[in-house]
Every structure is written in structure tokens, then in C-alpha cells.
């Protein structure tokens, strides 16, 4: 994918963003997201598993690390691992086996805690805000 810098205005953008990005997912990505706590995350894996077809409700998964979603086009395999402990704690949770899988699509929140596991082929999205440019504001990095 190219590189691609956007900006929007309110959750309602960040998350039609997220949508178009996985509107055009084939099967087998690895989307990694970061960002600040509080910067939009999980409106972002809301929009992206919309465009996915999923329509259950969607939140992050702090606590559990990963939720699959399986009622869209494709899988979703939602990591969040904020409160990871190490990269090995990954293969408890059947990441290798997921991750990179033809019939679903993964999406990595705090993904720079596990970097050495990633594959080389995944998608960074960096989400960033800017409170001089407004309470909604975001910058979105696609690399």
C-alpha cells in the first residue's frame, strides 16, 4: 500500500476512513494500529470492521486480547495488546495462526509492542491528535 496521509474532523470521519480501507481488503492483511490512548482506536476498528460487513457491536479488547468477529465478508481478528507481557505471550493466543490467514484480516492495536513478530507486509496505520486544530481532529497515517 502507498503511503497515505489523511485528516479528519469527527469520529463519524475517522470511522468512514477506516470503512474504505476495508472495503478493499482481500483476505490476509495485517492492519497495525497506534496511536495514544484516547485518540480514536476503537472508532477506527468500528469503521474498518463495518467495512467488513460486520454489524455486532464492536469494542476494543483490552482484556481479552483478541475477539473475532466472523459475520462480515471476511473474519475480523481484533488484537489489542496493551497489556501484553512479551511477545511469546502472543502464541498462547493463537496469533501465528491467525494473523496472515487468507479468510480473515487482522487489525493490531498497540502494535509496536510486539514489532519483532509483525510480518513485513503489514499495513501501519498512526493515528495522532492535534488539540490546536480542535477537540475531533485526527491525523491519520496509512504506511
Same mark, same amino acid.
Given at each position: 500500500? *502507498?503511503?497515505?496521509?489523511?485528516?479528519? #474532523?469527527?469520529?463519524?470521519?475517522?470511522?468512514?476512513?477506516?470503512?474504505? %480501507?476495508?472495503?478493499?481488503? !482481500?483476505?490476509?492483511?495485517?492492519?497495525?494500529?497506534? /496511536?495514544?490512548? /484516547?485518540?480514536?482506536?476503537?472508532? &477506527?476498528?468500528?469503521?474498518?470492521?463495518?467495512?467488513?460487513?460486520?454489524?455486532?457491536?464492536?469494542?476494543?479488547?483490552?482484556?481479552?486480547?483478541?475477539?473475532?468477529? #466472523?459475520? @462480515?465478508?471476511?473474519?475480523?481478528?481484533? &488484537?489489542?495488546?496493551?497489556?501484553? @507481557?512479551?511477545? +511469546?505471550?502472543?502464541? !498462547?493466543?493463537?496469533? =501465528?495462526?491467525?494473523?496472515?490467514?487468507?479468510? /480473515?484480516?487482522? %487489525?493490531?492495536?498497540?502494535?509496536? %509492542?510486539?514489532?519483532? $513478530? %509483525?510480518?513485513? *507486509?503489514?499495513? #501501519?496505520?498512526? $493515528?495522532?491528535?492535534?488539540?490546536?486544530?480542535?477537540? +475531533? =481532529?485526527?491525523?491519520?497515517?496509512?504506511?
Amino acid at each position: 500500500m *502507498d503511503k497515505l496521509e489523511i485528516e479528519t #474532523h469527527s469520529p463519524a470521519e475517522t470511522a468512514a476512513f477506516a470503512k474504505s %480501507l476495508a472495503e478493499k481488503a !482481500e483476505g490476509g492483511e495485517v492492519y497495525c494500529l497506534d /496511536g495514544d490512548l /484516547g485518540v480514536g482506536k476503537t472508532v &477506527f476498528a468500528q469503521g474498518f470492521g463495518s467495512g467488513l460487513g460486520i454489524t455486532e457491536p464492536m469494542a476494543s479488547p483490552t482484556f481479552t486480547i483478541l475477539k473475532e468477529y #466472523h459475520a @462480515g465478508r471476511l473474519a475480523l481478528y481484533h &488484537f489489542d495488546v496493551y497489556r501484553i @507481557g512479551s511477545e +511469546d505471550e502472543m502464541e !498462547e493466543i493463537g496469533f =501465528y495462526d491467525l494473523v496472515g490467514n487468507p479468510e /480473515g484480516v487482522s %487489525l493490531i492495536e498497540w502494535s509496536k %509492542l510486539i514489532e519483532g $513478530i %509483525l510480518p513485513k *507486509d503489514a499495513v #501501519h496505520v498512526t $493515528i495522532e491528535k492535534d488539540p490546536e486544530k480542535g477537540f +475531533d =481532529y485526527r491525523r491519520i497515517r496509512v504506511m
